[in-house]
């Protein structure tokens, strides 16, 4: 039910999306040296590797660390990256991943493939074996200030809570928060 739920809201969203995606890519490239999309290593689904799309809003040569661990993420930024970030566009690509089942629409946010701890903590709650989701609620109790134990607890009452009804609610307080621009540092 999930998965059919993930690809009729995908070919929804990808359909209304289209043209945004489309400006978006443009400007990234237009603002600064390098590829529209940025594909990132990501753990997914029983810690199998993925390469998960973004719209690049890191200028080129940025070390591939979660941004909280760089010394001034600022410095990294493209002209429009802060505006991407804050405003979420820069996630518009993982739609793709979702339409080819890689991520869903809901669950854990994918780690990246050097978050050992992040990884280590989660197959040992079992939230590995979860689809990573484009939000989930981690993201909308905390987002990038959460610590890795805090998240991983919100990702293990996911995984105990998970429905559809409880995926429609986070859709709902992720749009809000969206909306506010609740929770993005940088």
């Not at 529209?36 to 070390?63: E, H, I, Q």
Request: charged share 20%; hydrophobic share 45%; net charge positive.
């Amino acid at each position: 039910m999930k998965r059919l739920f993930d690809l009729i809201l995908g070919l929804c969203a990808a359909a209304v999306l289209a043209l945004p995606i489309v400006v978006v890519a443009v400007l990234v490239r237009l603002t600064s040296n390098g590829p529209a999309l940025y594909w990132s290593d990501r753990v997914g689904k029983s810690n199998a590797v993925f390469r998960m799309p973004k719209f690049r809003s890191m200028r080129v040569g940025t070390p591939t660390v979660a941004t909280h661990l760089l010394q001034d993420p600022k410095v990294y930024l493209t002209p429009i990256g802060s505006f991407l970030r804050k405003s979420s566009l820069d996630e518009l690509p993982q739609l793709w991943s979702i339409l080819v089942g890689d991520m869903s629409f809901v669950g854990p946010r994918p780690a990246l493939f050097n978050q050992d701890d992040l990884i280590a903590l989660r197959t040992q709650f079992g939230v590995h074996e979860l689809v990573p989701g484009l939000t989930g609620w981690a993201q909308i109790n905390g987002r990038d200030g959460l610590p890795i134990p805090e998240k991983v607890k919100l990702d293990v009452e996911y995984l105990q809570r998970q429905s559809l009804w409880f995926d429609i609610w986070i859709l709902w307080l992720t749009f809000v928060k969206v909306l506010r621009r609740d929770g993005v540092s940088h």
